[in-house]
């Protein structure tokens, strides 16, 4: 094995082009895991706690650009106002260890369907930014990127260099199933936004899938739903039959197994609790902010 | 490979490291720091956390060669480090050497245990509060509680658990353990 040590994004680039099998490693807290019990072996491991750039973050007008390797508890501590959802997810990843060295980039490479911030980038809507040496940067929309279990959209050369995610305009809730609070790889998890400005809600699923998914069914209805009620101007409670209507479809966007953390039929009613509960919290909070502006007009 | 990283305020050189390798293989290992315990090696139980430039992290998780050029804390340095905390560099030296952090120990036994040597609060605090059962899981548990008190003097209880949600015990003396972190606590803002 070598240990490849780049001091800058340039040499982390050059060095994937030269080695594309080898592994990034950042917070290691998935890697080190799998060589510990050698499960894997990679010829290279391509260090990139070196590469300063990734420990960023910048807010933008529309986006904050997420470096890969910002750490979750960079995250909760910083971003809550403008990613609400993501930060929500942030904490609920392991132990406040695991949340100091882990970051996005990470969770993106691995791509394994329980990660805990995939239904949250899913719903806020997100792009990552991936570069190589020879290609330079694209940017491949969040809805693209996740292609099989445990895999991505990413070339053998390419790296992950950040996550663009959209601001929140409307509140954001992030639900996880576990057999505990802390050091819990999801059962199954709900992320959902509401997107006041154009009207629209979106929602991930994590672990009830082969991938990370969208309901995009359930967010189709949703969204004629409340268009038809009014719902977005009157600010009316929502409707039971809309919500149990909204859960059912969340529930068979699912397509889930069973395994030792859960049955296929466990995630599946899980996942539609979740969808109810947090389409009833960011609702409500989405009233609460509405009657308060119109308080103050 | 060869990994040069400072270890309890001390420069030290870990030789024929293989690149898999973990820090906490290396200190244990290579080093002959055992404090930092080996349980799971796949971050699930805190015994190995250690201070990787001042942040607690599992150093079952952080490749060695991730320890390049970084400092790392153990909980056999943990009595010096918070004794420089409290009075800079006032207190001389700074650091515990490889031979001195070797053959530390809490001296005595039973009740004993601990006088005459010197400890950290923390270390005190578990012991006065019987924190401390079969001791596996306590050196992750010290770590990350002093890291704790550091940034926040008056932590709830919520604060506490949360800050030691990653650390396991496998004897389940969770209750001491809270009045331990507690106890120094009050001690600290005391100033005692
Ligand atoms: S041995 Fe590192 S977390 Fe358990
Ligand atoms: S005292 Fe035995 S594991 Fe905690």
Redesign the interface.
């Known amino acids: ?3 490849l ?1 780049p001091a800058s994004w340039e040499e982390a680039l050059a060095a994937k082009a030269e080695h594309p099998t080898a592994v990034p ?1 950042a ?3 998935d ?3 799998e ?3 050698d499960h894997r ?2 010829e290279y ?1 391509l ?1 990139l ?1 070196r590469v300063g750039d990734l420990y960023e973050w910048e807010v933008g007008e529309e986006t904050v650009r997420l470096g890969a390797s910002v750490p979750y508890t960079r995250i909760m501590e910083n971003l809550r106002a403008e990613l609400p959802g993501l930060a929500l997810a942030s904490h609920t990843v ?5 949340r ?2 882990g970051g996005v980039g990470g969770n993106l490479g691995t791509a394994s369907p329980a990660g805990d911030a995939h239904p949250a980038l899913l719903a806020a809507g997100a792009e990552v930014e991936v570069e190589s040496a020879a290609r330079g940067t694209r940017l491949i929309p969040i809805d693209d990127f996740y292609t099989g279990v445990k895999r991505n959209a990413l070339q053998p050369d390419e790296l992950i260099r950040a996550v663009h995610v959209a601001k929140a305009d409307g509140p954001q809730q992030y639900s996880k199933v576990g057999t505990r ?3 819990v790889i999801a059962v199954c998890a709900f992320g959902l936004a509401l997107h006041p400005g154009t009207r629209t809600v979106r929602t991930g699923i994590g672990s009830a899938a082969p991938t990370p998914v969208r309901a995009r069914a359930a967010e189709e209805f949703l969204n004629a739903a409340l268009e038809e009620g009014g719902f977005w101007d009157n600010g009316k409670i929502i409707t039971p039959s809309v919500a149990k209507q909204f859960a059912d479809l969340c529930s068979a966007a699912c397509n889930p197994i069973d395994d030792v953390r859960g049955t296929a039929s466990y995630r599946r009613h899980a996942v539609g609790v979740m969808a109810r509960r947090t389409l009833t919290w960011t609702w409500e909070s989405y009233r609460g902010t509405r009657r308060a502006s119109e308080g103050a007009a | 490979m060869r990994v040069n990283f400072t270890v309890n305020g001390r420069p030290q050189e870990a030789d024929d490291v293989w690149e898999g390798e973990s820090l906490l293989y290396v200190l244990r290992e290579r080093l002959g720091l055992p404090g930092s315990k080996n349980a799971c090696e796949q971050g699930e139980c805190g015994s190995c956390t250690v201070r990787l430039d001042g942040v607690p992290v599992c150093s079952c998780l952080v490749a060695a060669g991730q320890a390049e050029g970084r400092e790392v804390v153990t909980v056999e340095g943990l009595a010096d480090f918070a004794k420089q905390r409290t009075c800079g560099d006032s207190c001389g030296t700074a650091g515990t050497s490889l031979d001195e952090a070797r053959q530390w120990a809490a001296k005595g036994t039973d009740s004993q245990t601990g006088e005459g040597t010197e400890l950290s609060p923390i270390q005190q605090a578990f012991i006065d509060a019987g924190a401390v059962q079969c001791g596996f899981c306590t050196p992750g548990l010290l770590v990350a509680s002093d890291e704790l008190l550091e940034r926040n003097s008056n932590p709830s209880d919520a604060d506490i658990r949360e800050a030691l949600s990653g650390n396991l015990c496998r004897c389940t003396g969770y209750e001491k353990i809270m009045d331990a972190v507690r106890l120094a606590a009050a001690r600290q803002s005391e100033g005692v």
């Open positions: 094995m070598d240990f040590r490693i917070g290691g807290t890697v080190m895991v060589i510990n019990f072996r990679p491991l260090d706690n392991a132990s406040p260890q695991i100091n060295r609070n802390a050091m």
